[in-house]
C-alpha cells in the first residue's frame, strides 16, 4: 500500500458566503441577502430552534488552512499521501438558488466560478462536483455543456427536488438534461444531506451531537437510487454515471437484493430489461470512508462501484491517517480490489490521472 495511489472521491471545501456576494452584481446583492436570510430561517426552523454545527466538533481538519485555500489544501493532501480529490462545497447553494427574487443565473455563475478557480491551481489533482440549478432545464443543460469546456468531471444535483417544488428525476422535463450529461461523460452526484422530514427526529434527539439523527441520511438515499433504477430512466439514459456520496457500504446488498425480488416476483416492472440490481452495477457508484463490514460484502455491492473517499475535513475523516486507516481496512484483501477501490475506479469515472504527488514514486 505504500507506493499505491489514493484518489478521495469525496472531500469538501469552505466557500465563503461573502466571496460568492463579493462577486454578485450590485442590483443583485440585496436579493441575495434576502435568499440566504430565508434559507438559514427555514433552515432553523426544520431544526426546530436546536443549534449545531461541524464547529461542534474541535477537529484539526477544520483548523487546516486546506480547508480554505488550494495550495494549502495541496499541501493537506501530500501530508495525507493522497493523489487527488473530488471536491464538495460546504453550502448546498441550489437550495437557495429559488429563493431570489430576481435572476439568480449570475448568483449561481459566481458561485460555480469560485470553484473552479480553487480547482484551478491543479487541475489534475483537484475535481469539482458543480452545483448545477434544475428549475431551468435549458440553462442547466447550457451550463452542463460550459462546464464541459472548461473540463467538469461531475455535477452535483438536489437529492430530493420534490422538496424544491420540482418534479422528480424520472420525468421527462428533465430528459435534455440527461442526454448531455451521457454524451459528456459527465458524472451525476447526490452527496449525502438529510431528507426534510428527517428534521423530526433532530428535534427529538436526545444525544449531545445527535448521534441516532446523523445516523439516518445515508439510508434515506434508498429512496433515490429507487426512484432512477425502478422508474425505467436508467433504461433511457444506459450511459450516465450516478454516484452516491457518503452512504457507506452495509445497506446497500440487501437493500438491491430487495429490488430484484420485487422484479423477479409479482411487481409490475416489465418497463425493466434487467434486473434492479444490473442497472445499479452499470450506472452507480458509492463512496465510503470506513466501512470494514460494508468491505466485507464488497462482491454483493461490485468491486466497480465502490470509491474510497477521506470525507475531509468532517467528523467522519480519516485526514491525517488515510493510508494507516485504508491499511487497516483492506488488511486481507487482495491488492487488485483495494486498487480498484482506492483509486482505479475514480480514476475511471472522473478522468483522473494519479501520481501528480510530488515524490509520488508511482509515477
Request: proline residues 7%.
Amino acid at each position: 500500500m505504500k507506493n499505491a495511489p489514493l484518489i478521495s472521491a469525496d472531500s469538501h471545501v469552505a466557500i465563503a458566503i461573502d466571496d460568492v456576494r463579493a462577486r454578485v452584481p450590485a442590483k443583485l446583492r440585496e436579493p441575495f441577502d434576502d435568499a440566504m436570510a430565508e434559507q438559514r430561517r427555514i433552515d432553523d426552523e426544520l431544526r426546530g430552534g436546536r443549534q449545531m454545527s461541524l464547529e461542534d466538533w474541535d477537529m484539526e481538519a477544520f483548523r487546516d488552512p486546506g480547508y480554505r485555500e488550494p495550495h494549502a489544501r495541496l499541501a493537506a493532501m501530500d501530508r495525507d499521501g493522497v493523489d487527488a480529490e473530488v471536491l464538495y462545497s460546504e453550502v448546498s447553494a441550489f437550495r437557495a438558488f429559488g429563493l431570489v427574487k430576481g435572476d439568480w443565473k449570475p448568483i449561481s455563475r459566481a458561485f460555480t466560478d469560485l470553484m473552479s478557480e480553487f480547482a484551478s491551481v491543479d487541475p489534475d489533482r483537484l475535481a469539482v462536483s458543480y452545483q448545477v440549478p434544475i428549475m431551468d432545464v435549458p440553462y442547466a443543460v447550457r451550463e452542463v455543456e460550459r462546464l464541459a469546456g472548461l473540463g467538469a468531471r461531475s455535477v452535483h444535483l438536489p437529492n430530493y427536488p420534490t422538496e424544491l417544488g420540482l418534479p422528480d428525476y424520472w420525468d421527462e422535463s428533465y430528459d435534455a438534461l440527461w442526454a448531455v450529461l451521457q454524451e459528456t461523460g459527465i458524472s451525476i452526484s447526490h452527496h449525502l444531506g438529510v431528507r426534510h422530514w428527517l428534521y423530526d427526529v433532530f428535534r427529538r434527539d436526545p444525544t449531545k451531537q445527535a448521534a441516532v439523527f446523523t445516523s439516518l441520511p445515508s439510508l434515506a438515499l434508498a429512496e433515490v437510487l429507487g426512484l432512477w433504477i425502478l422508474s425505467g430512466t436508467l433504461e433511457r439514459f444506459p450511459r450516465l454515471q450516478i454516484v452516491f456520496v457518503e452512504p457507506q457500504l452495509y445497506w446497500v446488498p440487501g437493500f438491491l437484493d430487495g429490488f430484484d425480488r420485487k422484479y423477479e416476483g409479482p411487481y409490475d416492472l416489465s418497463h425493466l430489461s434487467m434486473k434492479p440490481s444490473e442497472y445499479f452495477r452499470r450506472n452507480m457508484a458509492l463512496t465510503f470512508m470506513d466501512d470494514e463490514v460494508g468491505l466485507q460484502s464488497r462482491h454483493l455491492v461490485g468491486i466497480d462501484n465502490i470509491l474510497w473517499s477521506t470525507d475531509f475535513p468532517h467528523p467522519a475523516t480519516t485526514w491525517p491517517h488515510s493510508r494507516e486507516v485504508v491499511e487497516r481496512q483492506f488488511a486481507g484483501i487482495p491488492a487488485d480490489e483495494r486498487d480498484a477501490i482506492c483509486w482505479r475506479n475514480a480514476a475511471r469515472i472522473y478522468r483522473l490521472e494519479p501520481g501528480s504527488r510530488p515524490g509520488d514514486p508511482w509515477k
